[in-house]
């Protein structure tokens, strides 16, 4: 087990898959915080989990030495801004879809930026997450972010972070062609 702190910014679905699994495979619930702002979505966490779920992120952020960024997309800007001064210090991941590694940077601080794009069997545990680290984030970060993610599925590291783009196409749209395929399977048999 690892000694690690994690703070999600973002409860949801994948945060609740890598939370879920970090949990079984032995992080207890003094190393795992949630900020998540929507009252209904925090009481599921602490229900489910047990964890830590706040609305707002204060100073106690600053002892995360991992913060995942799981919130929706056009929310990062927003959700980035009041905690900056708190999160800079740590390891940042990213499973959010769309922004760039220079854009954490810029709102976090930290150069030290991992993006990770899961897919949605990420949350049974059968998932495949491309994963791009900017130059500063070090190789035993990089096996921190290995163990981080391996309850959600398999990884692939990627040299170049416009190469995720291709990973995100074959992996997240791969379940998606599949699962219409079967659903016309089903369709034609009635």
Partial sequence: MSSEVIAFIGGGNMASAILGGLLRAGFTLAQLAVVEPHAPQ?????????????????????????????????????????????????????????????????????????????????????????????????????????????????TLWVEREDDLDAVTALSGSGPAYFFFFVEALMAAAV
């Fill in 42 to 154: 925090r009481d599921k966490l602490r229900a489910e989990f047990g964890v830590q779920a706040v609305a707002q992120g204060d100073a106690s952020l600053a002892e995360a030495d991992i913060v995942v960024w799981a919130v929706k997309p056009q929310l990062f800007a927003e959700a980035a801004a009041p905690l900056k001064a708190w999160v800079g210090g740590a390891l940042q991941l990213s499973v959010m879809a769309g922004i760039r590694s220079d854009s954490l940077v810029a709102a976090t601080g930290s150069e030290r930026v991992v993006r990770a794009m899961p897919n949605t069997p990420a949350l049974i545990g059968q998932g495949m997450a491309g994963l791009y680290a900017r130059p500063a984030v070090s190789a035993d970060e990089r096996a921190a972010v290995e163990r981080l993610l391996a309850p959600t599925g398999q």
